[in-house]
C-alpha cells in the first residue's frame, strides 16, 4: 500500500507539471523561424540606421534572422499597423521611435490604440534634439538666444517638416516652454531644412543630433544646446539645455521594440535578451553611437522600463500636441 501510494503521489506530482510544459517547450522552440521587424519609414534612412545593425547583432544571438521590412508613409502608420495586426508569437515586432509610437497617437485616427495595443520588449538607443542656428545669428549661445527671441517675436524663422514631425512638434514645445514666438518655414524633409539653414534662410531649426552633425562638424552651422540631461557623446562639445540655461527641456528621438499585444511573456523575455545582447557589443555600440545615438543603461532596457517610459511620453506629449491643434494632413 505504501508502494502503491508513492506511486500515485509521483504521478500526480508529474501530472501537476504537465501545464507548464507547452510553456517550457515554446521558450525552447521560439525562434524556429525567421523573425521579421517592421521599421515604418523608407529604407536607408536615420531609422534603418540604428535598426539594420541591431537586427544583424539580434539574428546571431536568436539563430534565426531578423528580416528588417520597410513601411513608409503617414508619419510611420501604417508600418505600425501592419506589425501590430500580426500574430503574437513573436515573429513580427514593431520598431519605432516617439514619432510612430507616441506623437501619431496625438494626431492622426488610428486603427489600433498605442496605450494598449502594444506588448514592450526593450528601450533602445536615443538621440537628441540638437537646437541649431546659422553660423552668423547674433546669439552667441542658448541665454543670448532666449533673450533674441523674446525681443524679436516671429522674426526668427524656424524649418517645419510637416504637422507631426520632430522639427515642428519640438519647436513648438519650445515656444510653449520659453514665451517666444516663432515664424514658422515649411520645408521638404529635414535634410533641405538644414540646407537652408546653412544657406542663412533659416534662423534656427530644432531637430535630433544626428541629422545636424555634419553641418556642425562642417562649420557651417553652430549648435546652442542639445535637449538631454548629459552631453551626447558624438558632440561633447555642445553644452545640456541644463547647463545653457533653459533647465528641464528635454525632448529626444528615442527608439523602442515592441510586439503586437498578447505575445507570451517568455517569448518576450527572449528577444529582450536578443537585444541586451546586441548593445552590448561593442562593434554595434560603435556604430550606434557613430551615428550620433546614446544608448540607454542596461537597467532601462527592460520591458517594464520601456512601458513606463512610453506612458510617460505619451501622458507629456499628447496634451501638447492637441492643445497646438495639430493634425494630420
Same mark, same amino acid.
Given at each position: 500500500?505504501?508502494?502503491?501510494?508513492?506511486?500515485?503521489?509521483?504521478?500526480?506530482?508529474?501530472?501537476?507539471?504537465?501545464?507548464?510544459?507547452?510553456?517550457?517547450?515554446?521558450?525552447?522552440?521560439?525562434?524556429?523561424?525567421?523573425?521579421?521587424?517592421?521599421?515604418?519609414?523608407?529604407?536607408?534612412?536615420?531609422?534603418?540606421?540604428?535598426?539594420?545593425?541591431?537586427?544583424?547583432?539580434?539574428?546571431?544571438?536568436?539563430?534565426?534572422?531578423?528580416?528588417?521590412?520597410?513601411? &513608409?508613409?503617414? +508619419?510611420? $502608420?501604417?508600418?505600425?499597423?501592419?506589425?501590430?495586426? #500580426? =500574430? *503574437? @508569437?513573436?515573429? %513580427?515586432?514593431?520598431?519605432?521611435?516617439?514619432?510612430?509610437?507616441?506623437?501619431?497617437?496625438?494626431?492622426?485616427?488610428?486603427?489600433?490604440?498605442?496605450?494598449?495595443?502594444?506588448?514592450?520588449?526593450?528601450?533602445?538607443?536615443?538621440?537628441?534634439?540638437?537646437?541649431?542656428?546659422?553660423?552668423?545669428?547674433?546669439?552667441?549661445?542658448?541665454?543670448?538666444?532666449?533673450?533674441?527671441?523674446?525681443?524679436?517675436?516671429?522674426?526668427?524663422?524656424?524649418?517645419?517638416?510637416?504637422?507631426?514631425?520632430?522639427?515642428?512638434?519640438?519647436?513648438?514645445?519650445?515656444?510653449?516652454?520659453?514665451?517666444?514666438?516663432?515664424?514658422?518655414?515649411?520645408?521638404?524633409?529635414?535634410?533641405?531644412?538644414?540646407?537652408?539653414?546653412?544657406?542663412?534662410?533659416?534662423?534656427?531649426?530644432?531637430?535630433?543630433?544626428?541629422?545636424?552633425?555634419?553641418?556642425?562638424?562642417?562649420? &557651417?552651422?553652430? +549648435?546652442? $544646446?542639445?535637449?538631454?540631461?548629459?552631453?551626447?557623446? #558624438? =558632440? *561633447? @562639445?555642445?553644452? %545640456?539645455?541644463?547647463?545653457?540655461?533653459?533647465?528641464?527641456?528635454?525632448?529626444?528621438?528615442?527608439?523602442?521594440?515592441?510586439?503586437?499585444?498578447?505575445?507570451?511573456?517568455?517569448?518576450?523575455?527572449?528577444?529582450?535578451?536578443?537585444?541586451?545582447?546586441?548593445?552590448?557589443?561593442?562593434?554595434?555600440?560603435?556604430?550606434?553611437?557613430?551615428?550620433?545615438?546614446?544608448?540607454?543603461?542596461?537597467?532601462?532596457?527592460?520591458?517594464?522600463?520601456?512601458?513606463?517610459?512610453?506612458?510617460?511620453?505619451?501622458?507629456?506629449?499628447?496634451?501638447?500636441?492637441?492643445?497646438?491643434?495639430?493634425?494630420?494632413?
Amino acid at each position: 500500500m505504501i508502494i502503491a501510494r508513492r506511486a500515485f503521489l509521483q504521478l500526480a506530482a508529474g501530472a501537476a507539471t504537465l501545464p507548464a510544459m507547452p510553456h517550457v517547450a515554446r521558450a525552447q522552440a521560439y525562434p524556429s523561424k525567421p523573425v521579421t521587424m517592421v521599421v515604418p519609414y523608407f529604407a536607408g534612412g536615420p531609422a534603418d540606421g540604428l535598426a539594420r545593425p541591431l537586427a544583424e547583432r539580434m539574428s546571431k544571438a536568436l539563430g534565426q534572422e531578423v528580416v528588417i521590412e520597410n513601411i &513608409s508613409g503617414q +508619419a510611420g $502608420a501604417p508600418g505600425v499597423e501592419k506589425a501590430l495586426k #500580426s =500574430a *503574437p @508569437d513573436g515573429y %513580427t515586432l514593431s520598431f519605432g521611435h516617439n514619432g510612430s509610437h507616441v506623437v501619431n497617437g496625438a494626431v492622426y485616427s488610428l486603427s489600433y490604440d498605442l496605450r494598449s495595443d502594444l506588448e514592450p520588449i526593450a528601450l533602445l538607443p536615443s538621440n537628441p534634439l540638437m537646437i541649431s542656428a546659422r553660423k552668423d545669428f547674433p546669439a552667441a549661445n542658448l541665454q543670448e538666444l532666449l533673450a533674441w527671441l523674446r525681443a524679436n517675436p516671429e522674426k526668427a524663422r524656424t524649418g517645419n517638416v510637416g504637422p507631426a514631425s520632430g522639427t515642428n512638434v519640438n519647436a513648438i514645445y519650445f515656444q510653449n516652454t520659453t514665451g517666444t514666438k516663432l515664424q514658422f518655414v515649411v520645408e521638404k524633409s529635414v535634410q533641405t531644412a538644414i540646407k537652408s539653414l546653412a544657406a542663412g534662410e533659416l534662423d534656427i531649426l530644432f531637430d535630433q543630433a544626428s541629422n545636424s552633425l555634419p553641418a556642425l562638424r562642417a562649420g &557651417s552651422i553652430k +549648435a546652442y $544646446a542639445v535637449t538631454s540631461k548629459a552631453r551626447t557623446v #558624438s =558632440a *561633447p @562639445d555642445v553644452p %545640456t539645455v541644463d547647463e545653457g540655461g533653459l533647465p528641464g527641456f528635454y525632448s529626444a528621438n528615442w527608439y523602442g521594440l515592441w510586439a503586437p499585444k498578447g505575445t507570451p511573456k517568455d517569448v518576450i523575455a527572449r528577444i529582450n535578451r536578443a537585444v541586451g545582447e546586441a548593445l552590448a557589443d561593442k562593434a554595434v555600440a560603435d556604430k550606434l553611437t557613430g551615428q550620433g545615438l546614446d544608448l540607454p543603461p542596461a537597467d532601462q532596457r527592460t520591458p517594464e522600463a520601456l512601458a513606463a517610459f512610453h506612458k510617460a511620453e505619451i501622458e507629456k506629449w499628447w496634451p501638447i500636441l492637441k492643445a497646438a491643434g495639430i493634425k494630420a494632413q
